[in-house]
T-cell receptor, first 112, second 112 residues
Framework: ETGVTQTPRHLVMGMTNKKSLKCEQH?????MYWYKQSAKKPLELMFV???????ENNSVPSRFSPECPNSSHLFLHLHTLQPEDSALYLC???????????FGQGTRLTVV | QKEVEQNSGPLSVPEGAIASLNCTYS??????FFWYRQYSGKSPELIMS????GDKEDGRFTAQLNKASQYVSLLIRDSQPSDSATYLC????????????FGSGTRLLVRP
């Protein structure tokens, strides 16, 4: 059982749809992250939250909108995505900002 | 120059051999260093963290850090076919952005 849970595991959406990805961590961590992993590309950091405050937006297009209501939950709201946004979206959390991060299982997103 | 660089491989070693994986990082005030293992279609799994110069051993794994040379490595002793995966090097920078930046990964193949 993982301490970081992501739902859904798989998502297919049209370019005009609106959907949300959810991440929940049960580890008592303070920092949470969204990463994007495209085929044959390295992990790309998207957003960082520390104690619910966004500390990093890595030049992510506005069609991706993060939300962190508390230190245990992180959402990624998606709207008007493009086919090139199809990827594995990974959530991670860490106790402190300088310590190791633990990943959820990821959401495999396909935009059609 | 990429912030975290790894040879993409594949690195092929026979079963029982030592696999040596290398990573270099750009000249910034770095703080924390991590090695993750990622099987195909799965999320990254933390193997080792190292915070100071020198060696750190955990079972068959040894992480080596040399900050003067901006170099971190992972040695896997007695390699097993189940070690075949992509190994990701990650670095956290000592600034306020709390970024955890990954290299592109090295694919390791352990031949039975």
């Amino acid at each position: 059982e993982t301490g970081v849970t992501q739902t859904p595991r798989h998502l297919v959406m049209g370019m005009t749809n609106k959907k949300s990805l959810k991440c929940e961590q049960h580890l008592g961590h303070n920092a949470m992250y969204w990463y994007k992993q495209s085929a044959k590309k390295p992990l790309e950091l998207m957003f960082v939250y520390n104690f619910k405050e966004q500390t990093e937006n890595n030049s992510v297009p506005s069609r991706f909108s993060p939300e962190c209501p508390n230190s245990s939950h992180l959402f990624l709201h998606l709207h008007t995505l493009q086919p090139e946004d199809s990827a594995l979206y990974l959530c991670a959390s860490s106790q402190e900002t300088y310590t190791e991060a633990f990943f959820g299982q990821g959401t495999r997103l396909t935009v059609v | 120059q990429k912030e975290v660089e790894q040879n993409s491989g594949p690195l092929s070693v026979p079963e029982g051999a030592i696999a040596s994986l290398n990573c270099t990082y750009s000249d910034r005030v770095s703080q924390s260093f991590f090695w993750y293992r990622q099987y195909s279609g799965k999320s990254p799994e933390l193997i080792m963290s190292i915070y100071s110069n020198g060696d750190k051993e955990d079972g068959r794994f040894t992480a080596q850090l040399n900050k003067a040379s901006q170099y971190v490595s992972l040695l896997i002793r007695d390699s097993q076919p189940s070690d075949s995966a992509t190994y990701l090097c990650a670095v956290k920078w000592e600034d306020s952005s709390y970024k955890l930046i990954f290299g592109s990964g090295t694919r390791l193949l352990v031949r039975p």
